[in-house]
C-alpha cells in the first residue's frame, strides 16, 4: 500500500507540472501575440513604405502562432486528462479518492434540465456550472487568430490599406 501511495503522488505531482507547463506556455504566446499586434501596429503606421506586405506577412504569422497556441492547448488538455484518468484508476486502491471524488462533485453543478426561457432564467441556471477552464483558454488565441484573419482579408482586398 505505501508503494501504490508514493506512485500515487508521483502521479498526482506530474499532473500538476503539467498544468504549470500549460499556464507558462499560454504566457509565452500571449506575450508573443501582444507583441506582434503592437509590432503590427507600430510597423504598418511608421516604418513600412510596403504596408500591405507587412499586414500580409505579419497577419500570416499570427496565425500561425494562434494556430499553434490553441493546438497547443488541445494537447495539454489530453495529455492532463490521461494523468488524471491512470490517477483516478490508481485513487481505486486508496482509502480516499481525492480527484474522483473532485470531478463528481463538478461533474454534478452541470446538469442541464433543457428548461431555459429567458437570460434571467438562463444565467440563474447556468453561472454556478463549471467550465473546463481549457474550454476558456481556448477563446483566447481563437480570438488573436481572427484579428490576425480580419487583418489578413482586410489587407489582401486593399480594404484596410491607406
Not at 117 to 146: C, H, M, Q, S
Amino acid at each position: 500500500m505505501n508503494n501504490k501511495l508514493e506512485i500515487y503522488k508521483m502521479a498526482a505531482e506530474l499532473a500538476d507540472r503539467v498544468s504549470a507547463r500549460r499556464m507558462a506556455a499560454n504566457g509565452f504566446f500571449l506575450t508573443i501575440n501582444t507583441t506582434l499586434v503592437g509590432l503590427l501596429g507600430f510597423m504598418y503606421s511608421e516604418l513600412a513604405d510596403d504596408k500591405r506586405a507587412v499586414l500580409l506577412v505579419m497577419s500570416m504569422t499570427g496565425i500561425l502562432l494562434s494556430s499553434t497556441w490553441f493546438f497547443a492547448i488541445r494537447s495539454y488538455k489530453r495529455l492532463n486528462k490521461a494523468k488524471f484518468q491512470v490517477i483516478n484508476k490508481m485513487e481505486k486502491d486508496l482509502p480516499y479518492q481525492n480527484f474522483t471524488d473532485e470531478w463528481d462533485q463538478l461533474k454534478r453543478t452541470t446538469k442541464d434540465d433543457g428548461d431555459v426561457i429567458n437570460v434571467r432564467r438562463w444565467w440563474l441556471k447556468f453561472k454556478d456550472i463549471y467550465t473546463d477552464l481549457t474550454n476558456i483558454e481556448a477563446v483566447v488565441p481563437i480570438l488573436f487568430g481572427l484579428i490576425y484573419l480580419f487583418i489578413f482579408i482586410g489587407s489582401a482586398f486593399k480594404v484596410i490599406i491607406k
